[in-house]
């Protein structure tokens, strides 16, 4: 497991919250944010999804800082680039990230097929 809490309390000063706004935007109590911001307790994928809705980040992105989740390929700035922007909706987000994913695929087969063809000449 990554550093959660840690993630997770960064997030929350960037977005300028105290814990118990957090806390009261996520529906999760002050002492049980602050065990996990403490390393103190591991949330549930649920409590993620819960802390990553008020902080407005996707919870696939704290699902991969919490180790739930696998590291996606590519560039991890595209990612955090699109979690960040609050004018998308997390459906727009898995939208664009799962185009990123798709363009990534297609590429690496076109790389594979001409590596393959280069080697078989």
């Given amino acids: ?14 977005a300028s919250m105290s814990i118990r706004q957090l806390a009261q935007a996520s529906g999760v109590s002050n002492p049980y944010l602050s065990q996990i911001e403490r390393g ?9 999804a819960r802390i990553a809705g008020a902080l407005r980040l996707s919870a696939e992105t704290l699902y991969v800082q919490a180790g739930i989740l696998a590291e996606p390929e590519g560039d991890s700035s595209v990612a955090t680039a699109l979690a ?7 459906t ?3 939208t664009l990230l799962d185009i990123y994913a ?5 590429n690496r087969l076109r790389e594979e097929a001409t590596t393959t063809k280069g080697s078989t000449s």
Avoid: C, H, K, N
């Avoid at 103190?40 to 993620?48: Q, V």
């Avoid at 798709?102 to 297609?106: I, L, S, T, V």
């Fill in 1 to 14: 497991m990554g550093d959660i809490g840690g993630f997770i309390r960064q997030q929350r000063d960037s």
């Fill in 40 to 48: 103190l307790r591991r949330p549930s994928a649920e409590m993620l």
């Fill in 84 to 90: 960040r922007d609050l004018s998308l909706t997390d």
């Fill in 92 to 94: 727009q987000r898995r």
């Fill in 102 to 106: 798709a363009f990534q695929a297609e």
